[in-house]
């Protein structure tokens, strides 16, 4: 095998691992997302009082008042393109096994400020 493709070959497997680990922490924050708003946004009272609609899409929440019409300011809380949580534009960074806990509270102290509960 030539020096050329063998520099080759290793720049591809290296493309290929750090795609899987791409995958892999969106996938992990994915799933992050999904257990939030199954677990806190959905059943919240607080939210459903307050005339906040809240829709999980499988990689993002969407909150907004409908009754504010469409001049209301929503939130979004999406998965970035490298596995972080991002809210209303602002990276909360990778959610990691051990940090769950604080990205929750994070998003929970996004929400009430976003919406002053």
């Not at 899987?20 to 677990?39: G, H, I, N």
């Not at 534009?89 to 994070?106: F, H, M, N, T, W």
Request: charged share 35%; no cysteine.
């Amino acid at each position: 095998m030539s020096a050329l493709d063998q520099a080759v070959a290793e720049l591809e497997a290296k493309r290929a691992k750090d795609s899987a680990e791409r995958r892999a922490r969106r996938d992990a924050a994915s799933a992050f997302l999904k257990e939030f708003f199954d677990a806190d946004v959905a059943p919240s009272r607080k939210l459903k009082d307050n005339g906040v609609r809240a829709v999980f899409d499988g990689a993002r929440i969407v909150l907004q008042k409908p009754e504010e019409g469409v001049y209301a300011e929503g939130m979004m809380i999406v998965v970035g393109e490298q596995g972080e949580i991002d809210v209303s534009g602002r990276s909360l960074g990778p959610v990691g096994a051990a940090d769950k806990a604080i990205k929750k509270k994070e998003l929970i102290a996004e929400i009430i400020a976003h919406f002053s509960l």
